[in-house]
């Protein structure tokens, strides 16, 4: 298995344009997370889906932050306008829950990670 | 919202001696699982805990898990410069087992 793909690893743009960030989960996995990790705030949950569908979206900066998934294979997260406060590594990870209806085991698997980088 | 905060920040040892990072929740948690992050990697998943009171062990790690479920501890037994990294816990509600909110993290720094 390939695990979570992620692209691109790096992105280095201006302020202003639009940025945007893919993954591709496990196959089978029917939870996709997209995080952002900085030093100041650490690892935040941004947004997440089950079977395709958005979950919970409270973590979602503003509404220059926005977040698809149109298939079970694929997801993205686009910025617009990008600000340089924006900069930060990007996770995506996926998830499937295994075992009992309770409890349950939601291990993440995560993506490499996009470092983004906004000047 | 649910906060979970961990302590110490950092905490620099010399090989062979243990470690242990703290992990607090301010509210009860369903489960608590463990994550490692290299430096410049992504997090790693180690292990889940669910019961109260649980300890788990794999090799030099020892986790528990709180009689309350409010808090939980990682402690590492006799560290190696493999240890080096972030180790963050991270913690579900009952409702949104899916959905996990992590701490703060521990930065361990391993010399020889």
């Known amino acids: 298995d390939a695990g979570v793909i992620q692209s691109p690893r790096h992105e280095v743009t201006e302020m202003g344009q639009e940025v945007t960030l893919r993954c591709k989960p496990i196959s089978g996995h029917d939870y996709l997370f997209w995080y952002r990790q900085t030093m100041m705030r650490g690892l935040e949950l941004l947004i997440y889906?089950?079977?395709?569908?958005?979950?919970?979206d409270s973590g979602m900066p503003e509404d220059r932050f926005s977040a698809k998934m149109p298939n079970a294979s694929f997801s993205t997260l686009k910025i617009q306008p990008s600000e340089p406060r924006d900069s930060a590594v990007y996770f995506c990870a996926s998830s499937l829950r295994t075992g009992p209806v309770t409890p349950s085991y939601y291990e993440q698997y995560f993506g490499p990670g996009t470092r983004l980088t906004v000047t | 919202g649910q906060q979970v905060m961990q302590i110490p920040q950092y905490q620099h040892v010399q090989e062979g001696e243990d470690f242990t990072t703290y992990c607090n929740s301010s509210t009860t948690l369903s489960n608590i699982q463990w994550y490692k992050q290299r430096p410049g990697g992504h997090p790693v998943f180690l292990i889940q805990l669910v019961k109260s009171g649980e300890v788990k062990k794999q090799k030099r790690l020892t986790f528990q898990f709180g009689e309350a479920k409010k808090n939980s501890s990682l402690h590492i037994t006799a560290t190696q410069t493999t240890d080096v990294g972030t180790y963050f816990c991270?913690?579900?509600?009952?409702?949104?087992?899916?959905?996990?909110?992590f701490g703060t993290g521990t930065r361990l720094q391993v010399t020889l």
């Open positions: 991270a913690g579900s509600n009952t409702g949104t087992a899916s959905k996990l909110t």
């Open positions: 889906f089950n079977n395709n569908v958005p979950i919970d």
